[in-house]
């Protein structure tokens, strides 16, 4: 199926330890490019979080961004050392014995002392866990996103190449025509020049000029473009750089067209094309 590279995908969970956000972002890149924002208490997820994306997608630049908020239980369980806090309290009481005017012991400066009052640590690997299978199903969201992105674009270039596949058809078609339309405009200027045209001479510049002009082989070349085209879009892999290398060779293609024409319909054919390929390449841009 076909995938965008742009597409952005937020999943949530909350449990008693808390909330988790993931939040992924995707645009176009030549390779894959994974950037993580992960709370200093959680880094230790961050290569696992990379492998999994790394596992699922193939191309772009991926922002992927974790939030994480304690929950308010474990926020407000806090301990306090005794041993310490008595020890501090005898040490003050010691002291003031000591001074000719004995200060008022102040209970905050005892509790600010460090290592007096102790945060509760909170187990995280269950954290971890959850943050990982968040994790999973972001992806799984953003993959969707892509994919749906990727079918638009996919009928996008499938229109354009319908169009091409139109304009070549009619070129095809018109060839004889062509060469017939040029050996009468050669020989109503040679009637205007009173001129009488050695006939085996004639038929050997018209056949030369024929030859130089014939472009049957840039149009079957096209048409064999197309049908790669159509073929590489059945793949299940990422194909945006296959599509690319396709547009370059359509492009030369159409070039070539044009060099060869030899009047202003086969000229605007050529400049159809290159139009539509360029409106494709756009398009492929964004395709993984």
């Not at 924002?37 to 790394?54: F, G, M, N, S, T």
């Not at 102040?106 to 994790?135: H, I, K, T, Y």
């Not at 999973?136 to 993959?143: M, S, T």
């Not at 149009?219 to 197309?226: A, T, Y």
Request: hydrophobic letters at 40%; glycine letters at 2%.
């Amino acid at each position: 199926m076909t995938k965008s590279m742009t597409a952005f995908a937020r999943t949530s969970d909350t449990q008693d330890f808390g909330s988790l956000v993931w939040e992924l972002r995707s645009v176009n890149h030549r390779y894959l490019d994974i950037s993580t924002r992960i709370p200093e208490d959680l880094r230790a997820i961050e290569i696992a979080a990379r492998e999994k994306v790394a596992t699922v997608l193939k191309r772009g630049k991926v922002e992927c961004t974790l939030r994480f908020k304690s929950g308010v239980n474990h926020s407000a369980e806090i301990s306090v050392n005794e041993p310490l806090a008595r020890a501090l309290v005898t040490a003050c009481q010691i002291v003031n014995k000591q001074l000719h005017q004995p200060s008022q012991m102040n209970l905050m400066d005892v509790l600010r002392w460090p290592g007096v009052v102790e945060m509760q640590e909170q187990d995280l690997a269950p954290v971890n866990q959850a943050a990982l299978s968040l994790l999973d199903a972001a992806l799984n969201e953003l993959v969707e996103n892509r994919q749906r992105e990727g079918e638009r674009l996919k009928d996008m270039v499938l229109q354009r190449k319908e169009a091409m596949e139109e304009i070549v058809r009619k070129e095809q078609a018109r060839r004889p025509e062509i060469l017939k339309a040029y050996r009468e405009k050669m020989l109503a200027r040679l009637e205007e020049l009173n001129a009488s045209p050695d006939t085996d001479r004639f038929e050997q510049e018209l056949a030369y000029l024929a030859q130089k002009m014939d472009v049957d082989e840039e149009l079957d070349r096209l048409n064999s473009h197309f049908k790669e085209l159509s073929d590489v879009f059945n793949r299940d892999e990422a194909i945006g750089r296959r599509l690319d290398f396709i547009m370059q060779e359509l492009n030369r293609e159409a070039n070539t067209l044009g060099s060869k024409s030899v009047d202003m319909q086969s000229t605007q054919a050529s400049v159809d094309l290159k139009v539509l390929i360029e409106q494709m390449r756009e398009q492929i841009q964004n395709i993984e």
